[in-house]
């Protein structure tokens, strides 16, 4: 299963088209201005293209990343995920921080890594700690810190946000199956049932 921390520049015209509100009407699912890039794992060119907009303070987004890791084993090949940023501030006034910590991870080639420790610790998310999963990772530790004082990602952390906003993303996790958004429940049963549904 191919993963890819580089900024990807490429056509995600699958992801903008219209999208499907509860009440049956339809939005336009705009662009997240790609240049800036998309955290992937798996090919761009798989039927099923999974976003989950997310927040690592959140614990529904913590769950939901071990569900979607039993996904991404089951169909291997057959699915794309791509992870967005969401930080909730509002509620979780450290979520904006550790978004900025994945990507000066992904800089270092280490993005998928820290993703998955952010969520796997997500008790344990002060500043101290979280240069200890840096050092853990094998990251250039100077660079780090320099990166995280001085705010080197919160662009990438904050296109991702208005790329939710502007497609309704008002909570976390929120998804997306080719471009469609799943209002349903995110538990493992349904999101499967939902991804059948497009590839049939």
């Given at each position: 299963m191919a993963t890819d921390d580089t900024v990807i520049k490429t056509d995600f015209s699958?992801?903008?088209?219209?999208?499907r509100e509860c009440d049956g009407s339809s939005a336009a699912f705009p662009s997240v201005s790609y240049e800036y890039g998309d955290r992937i794992i798996g090919s761009i060119h798989a039927p099923v293209i999974l976003v989950k907009y997310?927040?690592?303070?959140?614990?529904?987004?913590?769950?939901?990343c071990s569900i979607v890791k039993q996904i991404q084993q089951q169909l291997d090949s057959?699915?794309?995920?791509?992870?967005?940023?969401?930080?909730?501030?509002q509620i979780h006034e450290r979520a904006q921080k550790a978004a900025e910590v994945a990507e000066i991870a992904a800089a270092q080639g280490k993005f998928w890594q820290m993703h998955y420790c952010l969520f796997e610790h997500q008790q344990a998310l002060d500043d101290g700690s979280l240069v200890e999963y840096a050092v853990e990772l094998g990251l250039d530790i100077s660079c780090f810190l320099r990166n995280l004082s001085e705010h080197i990602f919160?662009?990438?952390?904050?296109?991702?946000?208005?790329?939710?906003?502007?497609?309704?993303?008002?909570?976390?996790?929120?998804?997306?199956?080719n471009g469609v958004r799943l209002h349903d429940s995110?538990?493992?049963?349904?999101?499967?049932?939902?991804?059948e549904q497009v590839r049939n």
């Amino acid at each position: 299963m191919a993963t890819d921390d580089t900024v990807i520049k490429t056509d995600f015209s699958r992801l903008i088209k219209p999208v499907r509100e509860c009440d049956g009407s339809s939005a336009a699912f705009p662009s997240v201005s790609y240049e800036y890039g998309d955290r992937i794992i798996g090919s761009i060119h798989a039927p099923v293209i999974l976003v989950k907009y997310g927040d690592y303070y959140c614990p529904h987004c913590g769950e939901a990343c071990s569900i979607v890791k039993q996904i991404q084993q089951q169909l291997d090949s057959q699915l794309c995920f791509v992870f967005r940023h969401f930080p909730l501030t509002q509620i979780h006034e450290r979520a904006q921080k550790a978004a900025e910590v994945a990507e000066i991870a992904a800089a270092q080639g280490k993005f998928w890594q820290m993703h998955y420790c952010l969520f796997e610790h997500q008790q344990a998310l002060d500043d101290g700690s979280l240069v200890e999963y840096a050092v853990e990772l094998g990251l250039d530790i100077s660079c780090f810190l320099r990166n995280l004082s001085e705010h080197i990602f919160a662009w990438k952390v904050q296109a991702d946000f208005r790329s939710g906003v502007e497609s309704g993303v008002t909570g976390t996790p929120t998804f997306f199956i080719n471009g469609v958004r799943l209002h349903d429940s995110w538990q493992m049963d349904t999101l499967l049932t939902a991804i059948e549904q497009v590839r049939n």
